[in-house]
């Protein structure tokens, strides 16, 4: 893949470069030191305290295409060019950092680009079927194989406008596109102002979701990373990326998280709907959540630390899963969502119960792999890049796994504890 063929810079290099540019950008970091649990990253050459301002980039110095025509920036060609195409947010901006890369001196980004990795074929966009192979039943595979940026159909769609202006993108090959666009899936973040962009030296902070020591907030000019704790010298400072499960993490960056706050697995509307009895009566029920726009075939839930039970996923299995009488007032009640904190009709909690008992049964054996790939993953002799990936993808798994033996614990405790009061109820009417 191309990346630019300039020599990396170096942290000074950096810093004054960012300050040319109108940034505030602090004197205290390293901005390209290296660990040997994470590669490269930002250290703090010195203590810093709550509130310290580490950078704060104008929003005109970021790399980022104008959401529409009547705004400052959009008159250039290049930008023209991008908002007359039909290719997404994303897509545009990938197509802009390869017109800054292919620039070369001329691009005032060019020593940010000379600092990007000189390859991103370790990210999952350029897996192949083996090892995509290796990740089956974590979604991961299944986003891979399907629409996101750098996918052929992607890479398609952008060299499609790239080669109707030679100009502007002189080295549009397949590979080069796909470069870019992995670049901007790994660093890109999310702006008001322009949907996505690229924020040279921001991007170089490395993510901790449990307890960053800062995050990105925008204002109306610029972009601000500010410290929310104190770090002390020679410390690795990290910031959040947002409150991602693994999987996505994995996805954008090829890493994951230990003890990810916000861990979580995907559902579909196949297994909800498997996690259903197996009944003549389920065929009328689903045609009714399909109605009702609870339930769609191409929707999903994140089953995730913080939501253990999303309510339109505790809906479908209530709903599949009640007695008739309990079925018939969710219809009358206008087909909502099903809400467990209040009052439900009698064998509601029940059948939710149930549902995600049977829930788990599937998700387990989806998460344990295919027994063709099960002995590479559970391997502790692969040694090399082979070994490397099948060691992350089980931290992938295991982290999943322990979301599911999370909501199977809760459930079951809730279940006890129903049970002893409806033993308590008993005994009261007993003894009146």
Known sequence: PM???LPCPVSDDLRDWGRRMGAAVCDGLDWFSEFSDSGRGVRALRDMELG??????PKAWAIAVPSHSDVPGSKSKVAEALLASDLDPQQKLALLLLHEISRCNASPFSLYCAGLPKSLSDLPFFFGDEQLELLWGTGVDSVVRGGHLASPAGVSAMAEVARRHPEMWPTCTDEAIQYAA??????AFDSDATEVCLL???DMFNHFGASPHTRMRETESAYVLRLERPVTAGEQVFMTYGNLPNFQLFINGAFVESDNPFDAVEVSCQEAIAAGPSDEIADDRIEDLLASGVLDPGRTWLVSRTDLLPDGLATVLAVLGSPQQAYQEWVDGGK??????ADVAPGTREAVYLGVLRLVTLLRARLRGRKRNRAEFEAEDVGGAAGALAATVRRLRDGMLAVIATLEEQVLDAMSDDSSEDAEADRSNGSA
Not at 52 to 57: F, G, H, R, W
Not at 182 to 187: F, H, K, L, N, W
Not at 336 to 341: F, I, M, N, Q, R
Request: charged share 10%.
């Open 336 to 341: 909502g969502v099903v809400d467990l904190a």
């Open 182 to 187: 992995a670049a901007v899936a790994s660093r």
């Open 52 to 57: 310290e301002v580490l950078v704060s980039i």
């Open 200 to 202: 040279p030296i921001a």
């Open 3 to 5: 990346a630019s063929s």
